[in-house]
């Protein structure tokens, strides 16, 4: 794609659109989304950028706005993908009040593939049952909202809540498991110098950071402690530093 052409397409608007976006098809766009193109002013006949969450993204022309419907009529696809060159999750400990919504979203504009979000010893907040469900699929939408925002076509994925312990003993496949701990002597920096870009998990405690039993059984089942460098960093702040550290090293930014 020429770059006057790319340039067009990146300030159209963007939508994410769960269903088959073939070209010369129609498709009905969500409620949420008819309202804010009618809240924009949007008309039929202008033009934006709708992704299914599957890899790239297609130009599309809208067909009717109303308060509650809308649709588009597909133009063209483009295999555009703004991912990150190896797979990160982000196993973060619960935090308190409204922070795992900053956390999740700057994630995904940095690149996270998936977000496991914990209930480790410190967590202040308990959820469970339908007070979980709901967190979660709000997360989930965040995750939409960011990609939308951040030109990302792929979706993260945000795990249902786990119990800190009972995550430990799942396997943890070909990504290796990173724990951040001041307690390390050596860290994150160093570490991605010395080592090809690979599939990571971060491990990042809630407020006070993870107990030092729980480091103990993170390394006992075969984590890698390393610290973030000489300052103490606050829970939502440390595993978006990493992420940063990783894409810088290891390609991405």
């Given at each position: 794609?020429?770059?006057?052409?790319?340039s067009?397409?990146?300030?159209?608007?963007?939508?994410y659109?769960?269903?088959?976006?073939?070209?010369?098809?129609?498709?009905?766009?969500?409620?949420?989304?008819?309202?804010?193109?009618?809240?924009?002013?949007?008309?039929?006949?202008?033009?934006?950028?709708?992704f299914?969450?599957?890899?790239?993204?297609?130009r599309?022309?809208?067909?009717?706005?109303?308060?509650?419907?809308?649709?588009?009529?597909?133009?063209?696809?483009?295999?555009?993908?703004?991912?990150?060159?190896?797979r990160?999750?982000?196993?973060?400990?619960?935090?308190?009040?409204?922070?795992?919504?900053?956390?999740?979203?700057?994630?995904?504009?940095?690149?996270?593939?998936?977000?496991?979000?914990?209930?480790?010893?410190r967590?202040?907040?308990?959820?469970?049952?339908?007070?979980?469900?709901?967190?979660?699929?709000h997360?989930?939408?965040?995750v939409?909202?960011?990609s939308?925002?951040?030109?990302?076509?792929?979706?993260?994925?945000?795990?249902?809540?786990?119990?800190?312990?009972?995550?430990?003993?799942?396997?943890a496949?070909?990504?290796?498991?990173?724990l951040?701990?001041p307690?390390?002597?050596?860290?994150?920096?160093?570490?991605?110098?010395?080592?090809?870009?690979?599939?990571?998990?971060?491990?990042?405690?809630?407020?006070?950071?993870?107990?030092?039993?729980?480091?103990?059984?993170?390394?006992?089942?075969?984590?890698?402690?390393?610290?973030?460098?000489?300052?103490?960093?606050?829970?939502?702040?440390?595993?978006?530093?990493?992420?940063?550290?990783?894409?810088?090293?290891?390609?991405?930014?």
């Amino acid at each position: 794609m020429a770059a006057s052409q790319q340039s067009i397409w990146s300030f159209m608007p963007r939508f994410y659109c769960p269903q088959p976006l073939l070209a010369g098809t129609t498709v009905d766009l969500a409620e949420a989304v008819a309202h804010h193109l009618h809240v924009v002013r949007q008309q039929p006949g202008d033009e934006l950028v709708l992704f299914n969450g599957e890899g790239g993204q297609v130009r599309a022309r809208l067909v009717e706005v109303g308060k509650r419907r809308a649709s588009a009529e597909v133009i063209a696809h483009e295999a555009a993908d703004a991912e990150l060159p190896f797979r990160v999750t982000l196993a973060q400990g619960l935090p308190e009040g409204s922070k795992m919504d900053w956390i999740v979203e700057k994630a995904v504009e940095l690149g996270v593939s998936a977000v496991q979000p914990l209930a480790a010893r410190r967590s202040v907040v308990k959820l469970a049952g339908e007070r979980a469900d709901k967190r979660l699929a709000h997360w989930q939408a965040v995750v939409v909202s960011a990609s939308e925002q951040c030109g990302r076509n792929r979706l993260a994925e945000v795990a249902p809540l786990q119990e800190f312990g009972r995550w430990l003993t799942e396997p943890a496949g070909a990504a290796v498991r990173i724990l951040l701990s001041p307690r390390a002597d050596a860290s994150l920096a160093q570490w991605t110098k010395t080592t090809p870009p690979r599939d990571v998990t971060i491990m990042v405690g809630p407020e006070g950071g993870f107990s030092a039993e729980e480091e103990d059984a993170a390394i006992a089942a075969g984590a890698l402690p390393l610290s973030m460098g000489p300052r103490v960093l606050r829970t939502e702040t440390a595993g978006l530093a990493a992420l940063a550290i990783l894409a810088a090293g290891w390609g991405g930014i």
